[in-house]
């Protein structure tokens, strides 16, 4: 069973075009987030839902648009793709909001690697 | 601003070895360090240490959190070509909404 699992794996696009990035977890984690891994492999924190409501959105482009139909799901839609926007990203959930403790451990999705042409 | 250094950026050594990797970090309301191993796709989890001196083991793999000096090192004995990786850093902080502010990783290659 898949515990966190992003689609599609890899995409393709032309600049200017729009393009979606669906996240499911079956874990039932109240918290999810998108994370962006550059080609220096460093990953930075985008945006953080938990029980669908934002509570993370570090200083990311507005073309970038979170959406949490329900705690399970944290879809990432994006306007407008810019080169520069080529990366991996990242979903992944957590069990506990703002709390340390075994429950803190983030599980990672397979990661999304968009290339933007 | 917040800030995880990692050290070396990689490291080449022979099946056997023993290597220590290193984490420093300086952030607000630190909640506690995480370490991941990275290899093809999805980083996973290793440890998390919230407390100062208390080593954690799995396997080949030990790691300490020194929360005076601000630093954390993961050792690995006995390497194995499957333990080429990258390993990344993660400090969990501001409390009330997690977030991880991550190092930028230590590019492990194990030589047979």
């Known amino acids: 069973d898949t515990a966190v699992s992003q689609t599609p794996k890899y995409l393709v696009t032309q600049m200017g075009n729009d393009k979606s990035i669906k996240c499911e977890q079956n874990l039932g984690h109240d918290t999810m987030y998108w994370y962006k891994q550059d080609s220096k492999k460093f990953l930075k924190i985008m945006f953080s839902?938990?029980?669908?409501?934002?509570?993370i959105n570090e200083t990311v482009p507005n073309r970038f648009s979170p959406k949490s139909p329900d705690k399970a799901h944290l879809n990432l839609h994006i306007n407008s793709l810019e080169l520069g926007d080529s990366a991996v990203y990242f979903c992944?959930?957590?069990?506990?909001?703002?709390?340390?403790?075994?429950?803190?451990?983030?599980?990672f999705g397979s990661g999304t690697r968009l290339t933007v042409v | 601003e917040d800030k995880v250094v990692q050290s070396p950026l990689s490291l080449v050594v022979h099946e056997g070895d023993t290597v220590t990797l290193n984490c420093s970090y300086e952030?607000?309301?630190?909640?506690?360090l995480l370490w991941y191993k990275q290899e093809k796709k999805a980083p996973t989890f290793l440890f998390m240490l919230?407390?100062?001196?208390i080593e954690k083991k799995s396997g080949r793999l030990s790691s300490i959190l020194d929360k005076k000096e601000l630093f954390s090192i993961l050792n690995i004995t006995a390497t194995q070509t499957g333990d080429s990786a990258v390993y990344l850093c993660?400090?969990?902080?501001?409390?009330?909404?997690?977030?991880?502010?991550f190092g930028t990783g230590t590019r492990l290659t194990i030589i047979p």
């Open positions: 919230t407390s100062s001196g």
């Open positions: 993660a400090v969990g902080h501001n409390f009330g909404n997690e977030k991880l502010t």
């Open positions: 992944a959930s957590s069990q506990e909001r703002g709390r340390g403790g075994q429950g803190y451990g983030y599980t």
């Open positions: 952030v607000t309301n630190f909640r506690s």
């Open positions: 839902y938990n029980n669908k409501e934002l509570i």
